[in-house]
């Protein structure tokens, strides 16, 4: 690699994402400290640092995944034996989770790795089917409307993915992959007729499968995570169980104003938020930081996205293109279940907050897409640059 080339590459990154990602997820390191300090001792009988240094170590390792996604070019992961690894490695692991899954908040999404601590293998999955689903329909673009070999047996593979990890029950996690993957295919290059057409297909399916769901509702739907669920409807009225947790993220959010009580100073993450440092640590910012506060995750959440949007329609690379609006869009609705959940636009269902909430498998899974994010963005604009520069070159040339 010669000096032109590496300057011209160095050019070609994105430092506004890179810096919006660092600030979001340095800001949510600080964040975690302030949330979990109080339940660590009070709730575990650890250390006020505990969950603080658990994500500092995890925030080390993502950063070097992120620098290693950020270096590999993305059409790597275009190859055969790596798309082969993914399916299988998405279906063996989840459906390990059955015999060998540890419990945690009512769902069997985790490994118990000794004192590694666990992994939830969904995490990487949601990364998984957005590559997958890229590369699949990347290399059936000649016969993208062709139903019976161009669409329909990637989707088979989706819904089974998806039914596996509600069943868990992991509801949150099943809907950001389907929904992520829904970008996919309408970004996929299939015509309107053939949208439609799907739909219909879906539409149909999801009839085809109240049964099965039926069959395993006591799975899918249990009590306390039904509570949960429809407990944003009227959380006034069962203050003192299902609507405990978003009647303290109203006050949270009621005590924090414009610029908040100050850092640290949260009274609702004293046992009145259930878990402050993972599904509402929205709720300690808001109250400790204020409306500027939350102004700050959102800007920076939302260059993230914007700028993966933006990656995706200036990539004349069809599987670059899907890869980043896979990725954007995945970060995007699950930041906004995050918050509509902390809010009670929406249900709670447990969805963490990009970057921010404590968690290794969530931060390691998003800092390895950003990376492939930024690498899409720089093989991009490089190749901009390059035939900026060519015709520079050829236009002097012809003078």
Known sequence: MNKQMLIRILKSYDFTLIMAIIALSVFGLVMVYSASMVIAVTNYGFSSDFFYIKQFRHLLGGFVLFIAAAAIPYPHYKNKKFLVTIVLGSLISLIALNFLGHTAGNAESWFKIGPLGSIQPSEFVKLGMIIYLSAAYTNKQKYINVFNKGVIPPLVFLVCICLIIATQPDIGTAFIIFASSCTIIV??????????????????????????IFLFKDQIFTPKRLERFIGFL??????????????????????????????????????????????????????????????????????????????????????????????????????????????????????TLPFISYGGSSLFVLMISVGVLVNISMMTRYYEIYKKESSVKEKSVQG
Not at 190 to 212: D, R, V
Not at 315 to 326: I, K, P, Q, V
Request: proline share 3%; with cysteine.
């Open 187 to 212: 970004c996929s290059g299939m015509n309107w007729k053939s949208l439609t057409k799907l739909i219909s297909i879906l539409i149909g399916a999801i009839a085809l499968l109240t049964p099965f």
């Open 234 to 351: 009227d959380p006034f009225s069962t203050e003192k169980y299902a609507g405990y947790q978003l009647v303290n993220s109203y006050v949270a959010i009621g005590n924090g104003g414009l610029s908040g009580v100050g850092f640290g100073q949260s009274t609702q993450k004293y046992g009145y938020l259930p878990e402050p440092h993972t599904d509402f640590i929205m709720s300690v910012i808001s109250e400790e930081l204020g409306l500027i506060g939350v102004a700050f995750v959102l800007i920076c959440l939302g260059i993230i996205v914007l700028k993966g949007i933006r990656v995706a329609i200036r990539s004349n690379d069809s599987f670059g293109s899907m890869l980043a609006a896979g990725i954007s869009s995945m970060i995007g609705i699950q930041a906004m279940i995050n918050l509509g959940g902390v809010t009670g636009l929406m249900p709670i269902t447990g969805v």
